[in-house]
């Protein structure tokens, strides 16, 4: 399984950006898929997650109400579509997938086996 985080780049603060993450593998239908990011000397932190059917999302307070997962698994793609962005949302943003993770595992980075490259993203003031 291979993940291919894209969309990232420079944007001001208020604006939006939409990130995808393509999985190969027949697998991604099957698997939670989380978004999680890392801003420099810091660790790694959750963002999102949904669950293998879009039934259930779950996301960091600090993006609810600002940040929306989908995934369309005929496309084996899952996004990330982030609005009234702040600089504080400056990080290299990773997806990460799982076919076995419980819902309250979603947002622990050390539940998901497969990950993504990161793709960078930096808000402006």
């Known amino acids: 399984v291979q993940l291919q985080a894209s969309g990232g780049g420079l944007v001001q603060a208020g604006g939006s950006l939409r990130l995808s993450c393509v999985v190969s593998?027949?697998?991604?239908?099957?698997?939670?898929m989380g978004w999680f990011r890392q801003a420099p000397g810091k660790e790694r932190e959750f963002v999102a997650a949904?669950?293998?059917?879009?039934?259930?999302?779950h996301y960091a307070d600090s993006v609810k109400g600002r940040f929306t997962i989908s995934r369309d698994n005929a496309k084996n793609t899952v996004y990330l579509q982030m609005n009234s962005l702040k600089p504080d949302d400056t990080a290299v943003y990773y997806c990460?997938?799982?076919?076995?993770?419980?819902?309250?595992?979603?947002?622990?980075?050390?539940?998901?086996?497969?990950w993504g490259q990161g793709t960078q993203v930096t808000v402006s003031s």
């Open positions: 593998g027949r697998t991604f239908s099957r698997c939670a």
């Open positions: 949904i669950s293998w059917n879009g039934g259930s999302t």
């Open positions: 990460a997938a799982d076919p076995f993770l419980e819902a309250y595992e979603f947002g622990s980075s050390q539940e998901y086996e497969y």
